[in-house]
């Protein structure tokens, strides 16, 4: 074959993302050229229609290009970013347990997608939460228990294609059992094979026998699986156990191969030929590295390695042969559905009715819900999770305002309180004084500065967005989430409308 059809075999494989909320020159160039995907962010979402306008004109260069884009309807979502999600996430979900709602919720949010023209999601999460010391998981994962993540993995997935979207189960074999965030650093999983098969790869067992059209793998080093190379890179985890014994038959798709955890090790056009020749299909890239320079970077690296030897001609024509079928099925799906106009802006109203379900009360709650009066709430922020997106809004403060006027809030970081000696509590004064924490287990600091304010206010409430493992005060709330969904729930029930 010669090094002009390698190279449009070598962009078939490619998702890059990039900057703009149109699409670029460079990208309609390489759609006629043979690229099979893209793949969008928030930095391309302004509202529904320009996402709609922007998916049309991708498709009038190729019409069955895939569109994709990482949205978890939780705290990780990209076409509501400037908002909040109107969705619960997965752990709302898992804390509700009715997979005839997830699946109700995932239906909802296809048939959105699918109106704004995206035909591949990087959702579900199919990771079990197994370590609640997890930094990048949490709340995006449906629960600690196996057995109920893979019930909800399958609902979610049955919900999202009936729309015609292609899931995505991630992040294969399993990233809940990690210390470590995988975009700054390769996590090790020290599980036994029979711990694995019962934690870690039962909800991708169900994915898969329920037809997930696509898996992403992990940046992982499982060594009771490989103890050499990550998951990404390698063919006993997705050839051996993903392909032969689970029997999976679609497209196996990269975390984004710009991440440190493989990149850093193995260089970002090294980790892109590895992942091919280990057995991936398609190469995510663009959340960091989104110009043509880094596609053509990696097409060219490809290319190399099919001319040097490195990565068999074969290999790579098989990878781009299941994104095509990948494309087929995508292009199946949308045959007969209406062409539904972009939703406006304003929200989920299954979503709400989800996240008010999944709002769970600690304590005494007599004589202090509802809250007697407006506010004071004060948001103890923890570090930026990369996943999620700084652009993502979030807190109790603003629709508690919307319920109770003259609710103020202040949010506080760690070195917010080190330099302010008077504590969290200044601001109440004789008000009701609610203290809203995300993982409240996972960061020190937070915890000394929730127990001082408790100290001080025995009567405030605590509201916690992220993980519910540590509960503390009289009277704590737990939404399970951050999204705009969740803190709206958790306001009405603060506020006693509902």
């Known amino acids: 074959m010669n090094e002009r059809n390698l190279a449009g075999l070598a962009a078939t494989v490619l998702q890059p993302g990039f900057v703009g909320t149109a699409p670029p020159d460079w990208v309609r160039r390489w759609l006629a050229d043979g690229l099979g995907a893209v793949v969008l962010f928030a930095r391309n979402v302004v509202d529904p229609e320009q996402v709609a306008a922007l998916t049309a004109t991708l498709r009038a260069e190729r019409p069955d290009v895939l569109v994709a884009i990482d949205e978890e309807a939780g705290d990780v979502t990209r076409i509501e970013s400037g ?26 949010l296809g048939d959105e997608l699918a109106a704004l023209g995206v035909t591949l999601n990087y959702a579900p999460d199919a990771d079990v939460n197994i370590n609640p010391a997890n930094p990048v998981i949490g709340v995006r994962s449906f629960g600690a228990d196996p057995h109920l993540v893979a019930r909800h993995t399958v609902a979610w997935v049955r919900g999202l294609q009936s729309a015609g979207v292609a899931a995505c189960a991630k992040h294969f074999p399993g990233h809940g059992d990690t210390r470590v965030d995988s975009h700054h650093d390769l996590p090790r999983i020290e599980a036994s094979r029979g711990r694995l098969d019962s934690g870690e790869l039962v909800p991708f067992r169900a994915a898969v026998a329920a037809g997930v059209q696509a898996v992403m793998t992990g940046h992982l080093l499982v060594p009771a699986l490989d103890p050499d190379l990550p998951a990404t890179l390698s063919r006993r985890i997705l050839g051996d156990l993903l392909r032969d014994e689970l029997g999976f038959s679609g ?22 030929v590895r992942a091919l020749v280990a057995g991936a299909d398609a190469i995510c890239v663009g959340g960091e590295r989104a110009d043509e320079a880094a596609a053509r ?13 490195e990565l068999p001609e074969e290999r790579l024509a098989e990878a781009a042969k299941r994104v095509g079928q990948l494309a087929e099925w995508s292009t199946a799906a949308r045959v007969g559905r209406p062409a539904d106009a972009p939703r406006p802006v304003g929200g989920s109203p299954v979503g709400l009715t989800a996240a008010r379900r999944a709002v769970r009360v600690s304590g005494d709650a007599t004589g202090r819900l509802p809250l007697t009066g407006a506010a004071h ?22 629709p508690l305002a919307d319920l109770l006027p003259g609710t103020t809030t202040v ?21 009701p004084l609610v203290l809203v924490v995300r993982d409240l287990h996972r960061h020190g600091w937070m ?18 967005l992220g993980v519910p493992e540590l509960v503390t005060g009289r009277l704590h709330l737990a939404t399970h989430g951050a999204t705009r969904a969740a803190t709206r729930a958790a306001a009405e029930l603060l506020a006693g409308i509902r």
């Open 83 to 108: 908002l909040g999600s109107s969705r619960p996430g997965n752990l709302a979900l898992g804390a509700v347990d009715d997979p005839a709602l997830t699946e109700e919720v995932a239906r909802d």
């Open 377 to 398: 709430v004060v948001e103890f922020a923890p570090p930026h999770n990369i996943a999620i997106g700084a652009e993502t809004p979030w807190g109790l403060g603003a």
């Open 297 to 309: 970077y990696l097409r060219d690296a490809i290319v190399a390695a099919v001319l040097s030897g």
């Open 411 to 431: 949010r506080l970081a760690e070195a917010d309180l080190s330099a302010d000696p008077g504590g969290p509590t200044g601001g109440a004064g004789g008000r």
């Open 251 to 272: 497209v196996v798709v990269t975390d984004a191969v710009e991440m440190r955890a493989v990149a850093d090790r193995y260089g970002f056009a090294g980790t892109a």
């Open 447 to 464: 915890r000394t500065a929730v127990d001082r304010a408790l100290a001080a206010r025995p009567d405030a409430v605590v509201v916690e």
